[in-house]
């Protein structure tokens, strides 16, 4: 599911206007990246968790020469399931290909 499809989903389900579904939805995800810029985790109770996780300065290596290079410190935002959406996944079958 791409961004358009849940703004179709939250309209259709909300019974709101697709425009209406877009700002709802817009403002939602604005709203965990502020959340996780100011304090580092957002909490949604049975979904689950966005947290602001470290990465320490590494050493790596170019792929193409080999050669070694450095990888500098970064914050990444990460999300850890809630076991109301863990249970609901795993109760869905798995489609057959």
């Known amino acids: 599911m791409n ?4 703004i179709e989903k939250v309209s259709s389900k909300a019974e709101i206007t697709k425009v209406e579904a877009a ?13 996780l ?3 580092g985790k957002v909490v949604l109770v ?5 947290e602001v996780r470290t990465r320490t300065a590494r050493e790596g290596r170019n792929p ?3 050669q070694k ?3 500098a410190a970064s914050r990444t935002p990460a ?3 809630g076991k109301a959406m863990k249970d609901a996944v795993n109760k869905t079958k798995k489609k057959s290909k």
Request: aromatic share 8%; glycine share 14%; proline share 3%.
């Open 79 to 81: 999300f850890k399931p």
């Open 23 to 35: 700002k709802v939805v817009g403002a939602t995800l604005d709203s965990i990246i502020e959340g």
């Open 64 to 66: 193409r020469t080999g």
């Open 69 to 71: 290079i450095k990888i």
């Open 37 to 39: 810029e100011a304090d």
């Open 3 to 6: 961004r358009q499809e849940l």
């Open 46 to 50: 049975g979904f689950g968790s966005f």
